[in-house]
């Protein structure tokens, strides 16, 4: 049971530049999350889902995108990256009883 | 708005040391309480939560109690083990349970 998958592990991007961070679940989950943390601080909600084609701006959404087109995937796309976007992003989903399932997350650094 | 707020770390305690957590919580109607362990390196996981006041959720030897009349859900455990080296967040989610608000994280150092 794989769980949330996230790819990838890590990654440098110098200023500027995009990418995607991917996240993807197996629990048929429909409410899924992008979280961000940065370090010595809790995680801050960057955007959520709550099923395919839903997604909403959580605490933190500037700088960021999103996109579920379907219930396992919901990738988290980064446009002109900046140094403030240095953090670990998180993707986690739930269903029913409030329990979140976290993926390892993704340690992204910004030059 | 919900918030979140954890006495800060790091906490240093030797093997079999009595544990407490402080957590005091700041919401509209009736949040859901919850705790999450952080080992080094992993995703956060669920260690214990309570849907409702004076309810105790406990795991693994931990425990906390949502006092609504203190705003509270402070994380206790009798005898802490190595093991339990890790960072401990509280967290509330919002009535739809939509989002989780957390607080700012609590490293807990055993030492034998």
């Known amino acids: 049971n794989a769980g949330v998958t996230q790819t990838p592990k890590f990654r440098i991007l110098k200023i500027g530049q995009s990418m995607t961070l991917q996240c993807t679940q197996d629990?048929?989950?429909?409410?899924m999350y992008w979280y961000r943390q940065d370090p010595g601080m809790g995680l801050k909600l960057i955007y959520y889902?709550?099923?395919?084609?839903?997604?909403d701006k959580g605490e933190v959404p500037n700088g960021y995108n999103v996109s579920r087109s379907t219930t396992e995937d919901f990738p988290l796309r980064l446009e002109l990256a900046a140094p403030s976007q240095t953090s670990v992003y998180f993707c986690?989903?739930?269903?029913?009883?409030?329990?979140?399932?976290f993926g390892s997350g993704t340690r992204l650094t910004v030059v | 708005g919900n918030s979140v707020t954890q006495m800060e770390g790091p906490v240093t305690l030797s093997e079999e040391a009595f544990l407490t957590i402080n957590c005091t919580y700041t919401?509209?109607?009736?949040?859901?309480l919850f705790w999450y362990v952080q080992y080094p390196g992993e995703g956060l996981q669920l260690l214990l939560k309570?849907?409702?006041?004076?309810d105790k959720g406990s795991n693994k030897g931990f425990e906390a109690t949502y006092r609504k009349e203190t705003t509270s859900f402070h994380l206790e455990k009798g005898s802490v083990q190595v093991s339990d080296s890790a960072v401990y967040f509280c967290?509330?989610?919002?009535?739809?349970?939509?989002?989780?608000?957390f607080g700012g994280g609590t490293r807990l150092m055993v030492k034998p």
């Open positions: 967290a509330l989610s919002d009535n739809a349970g939509n989002m989780l608000t």
């Open positions: 889902s709550v099923g395919a084609g839903i997604t």
């Open positions: 986690a989903s739930r269903e029913g009883d409030y329990g979140y399932t």
């Open positions: 919401a509209t109607g009736y949040p859901s």
């Open positions: 309570a849907t409702k006041a004076d």
């Open positions: 629990m048929n989950h429909n409410y």
